[in-house]
């Protein structure tokens, strides 16, 4: 289903801001929800660093997700939006004594620990407030993914996690400390991942692992295995939905889970991405010497993952039907890497034409900055502008 915007609302909104197409982040929820809910041990929340808006966290709260966090500000935006605290999981590598305080204190499910150090502070922690914290091991599975470098999570050379050989000696010092209830494993290998294949390469390390814990007679309760589920950046009208079916199918059958056990994922830009666009107008059609600059009022401010990913965003003319061009869209930003596409193909533009950049949905807003001075753009959804 093509996306159809509503640009004779757009007048007389300050551009740029971020649109978001709630009818298709519903029926996005209502695919995961009806997909994950064939498997009734699995557990779906979703990654706030994707996007914090707070109208889409309302809207994905009532559709029933938990929340994964990674950082005391997303746990207060995700309470602030009515998850529940025995839905959010806490991760992150550099947990500082505020946040976990604030995890301890709102009660939440629980913290994806990252490393002995972190283990002993949440211990410390909770012993003065005479509490148990339930965390879950962040293992570094050593799994490759075909992915950009990045956004790469799961490898020995990634800062993320405990690796496998470390992982008995982690838990035998957990076992020691009267204040940390051991409750999962937790795994995350990277983002957009588009490759099944890659999945149930983790699946399989997962099944290694726990067949050495199980030779310890050692069962946890959870298994967390993140997100990383991708998208169709380059064709979002194609496919608007990911394939959740055969993400989830892809787990229930490779992954070896024992009686009771339960499975959460993490997903963030599979659930938000293709939503969102970015709306901005022409300021100047700048002739080149070889090529034309479209210059746009947005910048990588508002979408910088072009500039820090080299990332593929569709971007398309939502004033003109004439004849293609070609131009270099830019933004006005100080800096050469301010490019959102080089040699796009787009309907012959001009001064004042409305530019909707696709897919931002997830990793737009939420990491937007005041670079340069400007201000953050606003965010809209399709029923505030009907």
Not at 112 to 128: F, H, Q, Y
Not at 195 to 221: P, S
């Amino acid at each position: 289903m093509k996306t159809s915007f509503p640009v004779d609302s757009f007048q007389g909104i300050k551009t740029p801001f971020y649109y978001y197409d709630v009818s298709l982040l519903r029926r996005t929820l209502d695919a995961i929800n009806r997909e994950a809910k064939r498997y009734p041990n699995f557990c779906v929340h979703y990654a706030l660093k994707a996007n914090v808006n707070p109208k889409l966290l309302g809207i994905i709260r009532t559709e029933g997700l938990g929340a994964d966090c990674v950082s005391g500000g997303e746990i207060r935006a995700a309470l602030q939006a009515g998850f529940e605290p025995d839905k959010i999981v806490f991760a992150g590598v550099g947990k500082t004594d505020w946040e976990i305080n604030s995890g301890l204190d709102h009660g939440i499910f629980c913290f994806n620990v990252e490393s002995i150090p972190e283990l002993e502070v949440v211990d410390e922690l909770a012993r003065a407030k005479n509490q148990i914290a339930s965390v879950a091991l962040r293992i570094n599975p050593n799994v490759g993914v075909h992915t950009h470098a990045h956004i790469t999570t799961g490898l020995a050379e990634n800062k993320f996690g405990i690796g496998m050989d470390e992982m008995h000696r982690v838990i035998d010092r957990a076992s020691t400390m009267k204040h940390i209830r051991l409750v999962g494993l937790h795994f995350h290998i990277g983002s957009q991942i588009t490759d099944m294949g890659d999945f149930v390469a983790l699946c399989n390390r997962i099944n290694e692992l726990q067949e050495q814990l199980y030779a310890r007679q050692l069962i946890v309760d959870h298994i967390n295995v993140g997100g990383g589920l991708g998208v169709d950046y380059r064709h979002p009208d194609r496919q608007p939905i990911p394939d959740f079916a055969a993400y989830f199918a892809t787990y229930h059958k490779h992954l070896k889970l024992r009686p009771d056990q339960t499975l959460h994922f993490e997903l963030g830009r599979s659930v938000v991405a293709q939503c969102g666009s970015l709306i901005s107008r022409v300021v100047f059609i700048k002739q080149g010497v070889h090529k034309q600059f479209m210059i746009l009022d947005a910048g990588m401010s508002d979408l910088i993952r072009p500039a820090l990913y080299q990332a593929l965003h569709r971007i398309e003319n939502l004033s003109s039907d004439q004849p293609v061009e070609t131009y270099d869209v830019v933004g006005p930003i100080c800096e050469s890497s301010d490019v959102f596409g080089k040699a796009v193909d787009l309907n012959r533009s001009r001064r004042g034409d409305f530019i909707a950049i696709r897919s931002a949905g997830a990793y737009g807003e939420t990491m937007a900055s005041h670079y340069n001075c400007r201000e953050l753009p606003a965010g809209y959804t399709s029923e505030e502008l009907i």
